[in-house]
């Protein structure tokens, strides 16, 4: 079984992240993504970020829908900030059968060298990525482990949802309708 691990803060999860998800999945031999919600990326500032908790349950609500994406908390449960390469090891220990597909924007990919134990997790795992602003993905995106996709494009954020939370403007679209009236029962 070929699972594709879809990392991020989902802060909070948006229509860009589930559009990304399903075109991979179509394009792809993956049988599942699953949505590994981190509690604090090493590389981001954690000011901003919504409770970890609700970022999970927004992530469970926004995928409902689709039977081959899986929300996943194991990071919750491991020492801060959380590396993707302890992360990979632990998903090994505790699902020896699944074989593990890294999913990641360009602009990601780009800055790889800056992750722990990058070299490794190129030996290790195959990495799938969706093009992401005007980023290439540099000097990675030429690895044979890694595949750029050709995706959609869409410049949506998180950061643009939060902003736009904070102004009182509609996110409507920006994010699925269950996220949107999460978000609203949190800012109650």
């Known amino acids: 079984m070929r699972t594709g691990l879809f990392f991020g803060s989902f802060n909070p999860i948006h229509t860009g992240h589930l559009i990304v998800a399903q075109f991979i999945l179509n394009q792809t031999d993956l049988n599942e993504i699953w949505f590994v919600v981190s509690p604090q990326n090493p590389l981001k500032?954690?000011?901003?970020?919504?409770?970890?908790k609700?970022?999970?349950?927004m992530v469970e609500l926004a995928i409902e829908p689709q039977p081959q994406f899986?929300?996943?908390s194991v990071e919750f449960d491991m020492p801060r900030p959380s590396y993707t390469f302890n992360t990979l090891q632990k998903l090994g220990e505790d699902h020896p059968d699944e074989?593990?597909?890294l999913i990641l924007g360009s602009d990601n990919l780009e800055h790889?060298?800056?992750?722990?134990?990058?070299?490794?997790?190129?030996?290790d795992y195959d990495l799938i990525v969706y093009?992401?602003?005007?980023?290439?993905?540099?000097?990675?995106?030429?690895?044979?482990k890694v595949r750029?996709?050709?995706g959609p494009m869409l410049?949506?954020?998180s950061t643009l949802v939060r902003s736009y939370k904070r102004m009182g403007k509609s996110v409507k679209f920006l994010v699925p309708e269950v996220v949107e009236a999460y978000l609203d029962k949190l800012e109650d």
């Open 45 to 52: 500032s954690g000011s901003d970020l919504i409770d970890e």
């Open 131 to 144: 093009n992401r602003d005007s980023s290439t993905g540099g000097d990675f995106a030429k690895n044979q």
């Open 155 to 157: 410049n949506i954020s």
């Open 70 to 72: 899986k929300a996943c």
């Open 54 to 57: 609700d970022r999970l349950k």
């Open 148 to 150: 750029v996709m050709k």
């Open 99 to 101: 074989e593990f597909v």
């Open 112 to 123: 790889f060298d800056k992750w722990k134990e990058h070299e490794q997790i190129l030996l």
